[in-house]
């Protein structure tokens, strides 16, 4: 039997632990029904470690089970605490020692040497057993991690140590100011939050007031879709809902396009075109539990899935670009008619004119606004239009192409009125 250990290989392994105590809270060792009690109890004291003071446990009523959440004050945070879970990657003595003994010899800019001269150094100096096949690897880990950059003289090889924080922050003003105005959420986030911690310094002076610290979790799968994107690969994303553990998952392969990210809830998507079907599907962020980067995409194809989305992209509300209640014509219409007095209820306007995405608003009579969009799913639209409730005079859905109307779309309308019928049955009214 493994012994408990506090660090960890992968944060795939906690991931979804820390954010169903986060997210949904209140969670205890039989409602993870997929998992063992050894692993449970393994990933909670895990979390307990990293994050004891945001830690609150209670116990149920029935059965005396402990029930676990994470309390984040989520307003006007300096630090995200989720960025611990990062910092707790493992490593082996070996790595420890390398690291050190590594850069050590490295610590003089003009020190250039190969993977077998190291090797050298560290064998007859720090008498080290050190094979030539290790200490290349480990180079070039920290090649790409862009802790070294290599040069070649001749068939030769070298390693030469990058530029230190220290020296950096030495000619550059204000560069720690910056990187805690940034450490909070990208391009930093947990970067700059470990140079922060590694200059012992602290961020005491910006706030971010309207913050979503449970996302960092999925920074890894943003930073593999990113390369892919840059890169012009295809990937294969392994997808399978948060709120059933039971469900397996299924895959999808096609070219990532665009990150999309919720002004509302922070939550983040990836838009993927499939060549087979010409399609786009955007896939949330935090579903993703693993990514592969394939072959490369056509440059051709990919061309013209972009000239797609730049088509598409003005008719989507949030991040379905295909009516999920069909009808006569690929758009979508919607003809909203509120109430709102004209001289003491100007804000509704305003509202409407900010909120409404570039959706036309118009006074069409004494204390009545008409607002109008086109999109592709107005379904997506539904959330927004139900804040309005108390002010709806009439809502008009219409199937469109163009400048061109269809008829009524009358189950989208339907479905919009027994939402709102099922509401008033669960608050009595």
């Not at 997929?34 to 446990?57: C, F, H, P, Q």
């Not at 840059?230 to 990532?256: A, F, M, W």
């Not at 509202?351 to 606004?369: C, D, F, M, P, Q």
Request: charged share 30%; hydrophobic share 35%.
């Amino acid at each position: 039997m493994s012994d408990f250990h506090e660090l960890i290989k992968s944060v795939d392994k906690c991931r979804d632990y820390v954010r169903d105590f986060f997210v949904y809270g209140f969670k205890s060792r039989s409602d993870f029904p997929g998992k063992s009690a050894r692993t449970y109890d393994d990933e909670r004291r895990r979390i307990v470690s990293w994050l004891n003071e945001y830690v609150r446990e209670d116990f149920s009523e029935i059965g005396r089970s402990k029930n676990i959440s994470l309390q984040i004050d989520q307003k006007l945070l300096d630090t995200n605490p989720l960025f611990r879970v990062w910092q707790a990657a493992s490593f082996t003595d070996r790595d420890l020692i390398l690291h050190f003994f590594i850069l050590k010899i490295l610590e003089d800019k003009e020190a250039a040497y190969s993977a077998s001269e190291i090797t050298d150094i560290l064998i007859d100096e720090y008498a080290l057993d050190a094979d030539l096949q290790t200490v290349r690897r480990k180079c070039n880990e920290y090649v790409e991690e862009g802790l070294l950059y290599t040069r070649k003289e001749g068939k030769t090889l070298l390693y030469l140590r990058d530029l230190y924080f220290n020296e950096l922050s030495e000619n550059t003003t204000s560069l720690i100011d910056m990187i805690k105005c940034f450490s909070l959420d990208l391009p930093l986030g947990a970067a700059g939050d470990t140079i922060l911690s590694m200059q012992q310094e602290e961020n005491s002076i910006f706030r971010v007031k309207h913050s979503f610290p449970t996302f960092t979790l999925e920074d890894e799968i943003l930073l593999l879709l990113l390369s892919a994107i840059h890169d012009k690969r295809q990937v294969e994303l392994k997808i399978q809902s948060n709120r059933r553990s039971q469900d397996k998952g299924y895959s999808s392969t096609g070219i990532p396009l665009q990150i999309f990210v919720s002004a509302r809830s922070g939550r983040r998507f990836i838009c993927m075109y499939h060549q087979g079907r010409k399609s786009f599907d955007c896939f949330r962020l935090d579903q993703i539990k693993s990514v592969s980067l394939t072959e490369e995409a056509d440059d051709k194809v990919l061309k013209r899935a972009r000239d797609h989305l730049e088509k598409d992209r003005p008719y989507v509300w949030g991040v379905s670009f295909y009516p999920s209640v069909r009808g006569r014509g690929r758009l979508q219409k919607l003809i909203l008619t509120i109430n709102a007095d004209d001289e003491k209820e100007t804000h509704i306007y305003q509202r409407l004119v900010r909120e409404g995405e570039g959706g036309s608003v118009e006074h069409i009579a004494k204390n009545t606004l008409r607002y109008e969009k086109t999109v592709a799913d107005v379904r997506e639209m539904f959330p927004w239009i139900r804040s309005f409730i108390g002010r709806i005079k009439e809502l008009k859905i219409y199937g469109t192409d163009g400048n061109k109307l269809f008829e009524e779309n009358l189950q989208l309308e339907s479905m919009f009125y027994k939402d709102l019928e099922r509401m008033y049955r669960v608050y009595g009214l």
